[in-house]
């Protein structure tokens, strides 16, 4: 059985169940309430028949004693035509001793005669009568006197309207003698009679309660009472009604609950199938918020995650797939140290099937430090597992550091050392340094005896370590995992040195050897950078023109020296009042530019009114020729210019800066002035084959493609030499 059809068989006995017992309920009390008031009305009406019989035989006693009163013979004829007349009795009959009819008034009822104080009929009844018995004043026996009323139909329908019920006399074989019933339930009204026992009731198939009464003594005749029931008519029918409309409306309800119920998780069965044969984009329609809406949510979260985790997995077969196609390019092709790194690492792990690996660097301090971890969480000793730099071993301790100290490559089984050295835990090990291979035979752990002094050339020239740690489905690394991670080690100690010999280079070639601040080449690549950040994001660049005031005078009275010290504390000045996303520049001699990203005029007339107020507050110490300090005056002048407001291109925004320093300059120096919005002027698309290259000043525009029309303006990334100053 579905769930469906369960839900809705649940549902139709939670229903229905209450409905059959009510209708079962209100059909039983009304027949019970209707039943005890039929019985009591049928009661009264028996009491009704036996006082009414006993009146009557009451009455006929009385006028048979008043003709057997009467003294003299010839006069009992005359008393009985008197009773008769007076309608005390229907006929008066005087019996002798011998049975003899002595005298019998005219037009009584037929015989035989039923008397009063007999149990019962023997016979059809066809009147009722009271019998005395006729003595003479002696006492002695002359008879019977009998008075008669006659029972038929008139009789009955007397009873009938006395008693308010229908009365119905029978024969002594139980035929119907007379009935005040209605043809149509005679045969009912009889078969129920013949039924009941006593004084019990019964009742016909139309709703009749049918009891019998007599005969008993002092009512000898077979009466058989009836009323019809109180019930509406048509009740059961219109219970009956009532339950099968309760049935559908019911089912109905049932199976529109059913539906709604289990059609989200026909939905979200239907998706696990799809999700089982490898469909991870199944999705589930979340219909409401109760538990079967939250379970599709999860199921939809579910496989989102486990499509990301797929991906994911996917991925990062296809890179190590990669990764020895990518070490060569990479360790050729890039300077960037952590990136270089990874790649060693990733690499190694690849080649050697390893499950974890470290990467250390030997810093300042004697101390290896590291710089990419790979598969050691929960191997740590102390620390937080997602920093490197939290795995830290001093050169000569355990084995990461034997092996930078000696040169030498060391593999074998992990013992933990005492006291603990900060390596991490694992079971094997295979460990070499940063440096080219010596082609020295491998060596088991730093255990084993026989380790020779420490190398203090082979210490010097080591790097770091490249270490790994257990691999799968093996005691311990061998020695052609030990070649290949030297082999790893090798070309990675040249690329790190390539890579510091290179940032040091660079770091040279685009800084200020006398301030520290960004030279004029890192000036025009600095400045095509950020105005293309700031078209790609639709934000504001702030350009600063700085100038120091009369600084030739500071040169001409106190010497260049004083000159220098002069440039040195204004550049550090300008270094602490801007932020660390903000960039400044020595443009040549006395000329200094800031960049401000994410900046509008009036942010960058805030930090110009921060650069004045700090250079001119605090006057510049420096030696005077006579050796003693002195305190030399100096104020800045400041033009501002903001991209794309004032310019178009990197060089243009220079330039409106520029100009605007020569503004503040006319002013009388030691202000800012902001540059003047430029006024617009009409433009001519003019097409550009595919294959053009840059502009003149070799920097592309910033949101425009290769094959783009190229606008007036902009920033070079090529060197350019500074420009002399103006004589400000």
Not at 392 to 403: I, M, S, Y
Not at 418 to 438: I, K
Not at 514 to 531: A, D, F, M, Q
Not at 539 to 545: D, E, K, P, T
């Amino acid at each position: 059985m579905t769930l469906r059809g369960r839900l809705t068989a649940a549902f139709l006995t939670v229903v229905l169940g209450p409905v059959l017992l009510g209708a079962f309920f209100v059909g039983s009390t009304l027949n019970s309430v209707d039943r005890g008031r039929a019985t009591e009305r049928l009661a009264l009406a028996a009491a009704g028949v036996r006082t009414s019989v006993d009146a009557l035989c009451q009455q006929l006693r009385a006028a048979a004693d008043a003709v057997a009163l009467a003294a003299d013979p010839a006069a009992r004829p005359r008393a009985a035509d008197q009773v008769v007349g007076r309608g005390l009795a229907a006929a008066v009959q005087i019996v002798d001793t011998a049975g003899r009819t002595s005298y019998a008034t005219i037009g009584g009822p037929a015989g035989p005669w039923q008397d009063c104080a007999a149990d019962a009929a023997t016979g059809p009844v066809r009147a009722l009568a009271a019998r005395v018995r006729l003595r003479d004043p002696a006492g002695a026996d002359l008879g019977t006197v009998s008075a008669a009323q006659p029972v038929d139909p008139a009789f009955v329908a007397r009873l009938a309207a006395v008693t308010g019920v229908e009365v119905t006399l029978l024969d002594d074989p139980g035929r119907i003698t007379h009935t005040t019933e209605d043809r149509e339930v005679r045969a009912a009204v009889l078969a129920a009679a013949r039924e009941a026992v006593g004084d019990r009731v019964t009742d016909t198939a139309d709703g009749r309660y049918v009891r019998r009464v007599g005969p008993s003594p002092g009512q000898p005749l077979p009466l058989v009472l009836s009323v019809p029931g109180e019930r509406p008519p048509g009740l059961y029918a219109a219970l009956v009604g009532a339950v099968v409309l309760a049935a559908l409306l019911a089912v109905l309800a049932a199976w529109r609950l059913a539906r709604v119920t289990t059609r989200p998780l026909v939905e979200l069965a239907g998706a696990v199938d799809r999700v089982a044969h490898g469909d991870l984009t199944a999705r589930v329609p979340v219909r409401s918020r109760d538990e079967i809406g939250r379970l599709a949510a999860a199921f939809n979260r579910m496989t989102r995650e486990t499509g990301s985790y797929v991906a994911a997995l996917t991925s990062s077969r296809d890179q190590l797939r990669g990764h020895l196609t990518v070490l060569g390019d990479t360790l050729a092709s890039t300077h960037d140290l952590q990136r270089i790194l990874r790649v060693i690492l990733h690499s190694a792990i690849a080649a050697t099937g390893a499950r974890a690996g470290a990467v250390l660097l030997l810093d300042g301090d004697g101390v290896l430090v590291g710089q990419c971890v790979e598969g050691l969480d929960g191997r740590w000793p102390t620390g937080d597992p997602a920093d490197p730099a939290t795995l830290r071993v001093p050169v000569g301790a355990g084995v990461l550091g034997t092996v930078a100290a000696t040169g030498e490559p060391l593999r074998g089984r992990w013992e933990p050392a005492d006291p603990p050295t900060g390596e991490p835990s694992c079971e094997t090990y295979v460990a070499v340094p940063f440096a080219a291979p010596r082609g020295a035979e491998p060596r088991g752990g730093p255990d084993r005896p026989g380790h020779p002094p420490a190398d203090d050339d082979a210490a010097d020239s080591a790097l770091g370590v490249l270490a790994l740690y257990d691999r799968p489905g093996a005691d311990e690394f061998d020695d052609g995992d030990l070649v290949t991670l030297r082999t790893f080690a090798g070309h990675a100690a040249v690329a790190v040195e390539n890579v510091r010999v290179h940032e040091e280079a660079q770091r040279l070639s685009l800084t200020d050897p006398l301030t520290g601040l960004w030279n004029y080449r890192y000036l025009r690549e600095s400045i095509r950078r950020e105005v293309e950040r700031a078209n790609r994001f639709g934000r504001m660049l702030s350009v600063l023109a700085l100038d120091l005031d009369r600084f030739k005078d500071v040169n001409d009275t106190w010497g260049h020296a004083a000159g220098d010290a002069v440039l040195v504390e204004f550049a550090r000045r300008v270094r602490g009042e801007i932020r660390e996303v903000d960039l400044a520049f020595r443009q040549g001699g006395e000329e200094f530019v800031v960049l401000l990203p994410e900046t509008d005029a009036r942010g960058a007339t805030i930090v110009a009114e921060r650069l004045g107020s700090v250079v001119r507050d605090q006057p510049v110490r420096v030696e005077g020729h006579t050796g003693e300090p002195i305190a030399v005056p100096v104020t800045v002048s400041i033009g501002i210019a903001v991209y794309p407001d004032h310019a178009a291109g990197g060089q243009q925004v220079l330039d409106a800066a520029d100009d605007a320093l020569y503004a503040a300059k006319a002013a009388g120096r030691d202000g800012y002035r902001l540059a003047r919005a430029p006024d617009p002027v009409p433009t001519q698309e003019i097409p550009v084959v595919a294959a053009a290259v840059s502009p003149p000043d070799g920097l592309p525009r910033a949101g425009a493609g290769d094959a783009a029309p190229v606008a007036q303006g902009g920033a070079s990334s090529g060197p350019h030499p500074p420009r002399q100053s103006r004589g400000r």
